[in-house]
């Protein structure tokens, strides 16, 4: 089987600045989530991923081996990248390229997010919370069956585990309110970072959410003023 079937790879940015704070890294994106977020922009990623093309790996390779010395690592996103069964050999390779690592995810595979740090196969994690730890409000957000309790355990096992991460939260008018914030903002007390992501309206998974006016930019600096109270470097991002 040859890479490009063995990592099926459905996006892929060449370089950013601004996703890994302090790194200039790559995005790779895989197909697939468990999560159904209506306001998610991945739209095709998730529901149709066949109908993009995919990245040839060994293409990928070769331009982080052309640009060796510049770039710090890759992230992989998705999607939810821990539904793919080839997720801790695609980050091995990538580690023996001689770069850092970064997974983005949902936090509802505990057991395979403490798996890839056990390994040693990561050395950042972004981790969405998406709402406050109640079940049926998670449920509705996230348009799936969520386990809250699973999202608590990857919360606690980043909180003490020898890694970078952040926690963060797409602000949803529809869905979030100034308590909303404050309540994650509490069950993440202490933690190292927390980000609040402005909500954009643009080829959103439900058409509805098109329509929906984003918060101000002085509307998430009064969450962030609020969030300080327990996590004291949290910032907005987007605005």
Known sequence: MNKEMMYPIKGFNPHTFLDWEGRI???????????RCPFCHSSALITAPESLTTVDYEFIKRFLREKRGWMDGVIIGGGEPT??????????????EGLLTRLDTNGSNTAVLKKLIEEKLLDCVAMDIKAP??????????AS??????IKQSIDLLMSADIDYEFRT???PCFLQRK???SIAQTIKGAKKYVLQQFS????LEKSMRDVKPYSADELKQFV????????NCSVRGI
Not at 133 to 142: E, F, G, P, R, W
Not at 145 to 150: F, I
Not at 225 to 232: G, T
């Open 170 to 172: 797409t602000v949803v």
């Open 25 to 35: 890294a790559s995005v790779i994106y895989l197909p697939g989530c468990n999560f």
């Open 145 to 150: 069956d969520v386990d809250v309790v699973t």
């Open 180 to 182: 909303d914030i404050l």
């Open 225 to 232: 003023q609020l969030a300080n109270e327990f996590v004291k």
């Open 83 to 96: 539904l793919y069964e080839n997720l801790p050999a695609l980050l091995k390779d990538i580690k023996s």
């Open 201 to 204: 309206p643009k080829d959103t």
């Open 133 to 142: 730890l109640d079940t049926l409000m998670y449920s509705n957000i996230t």
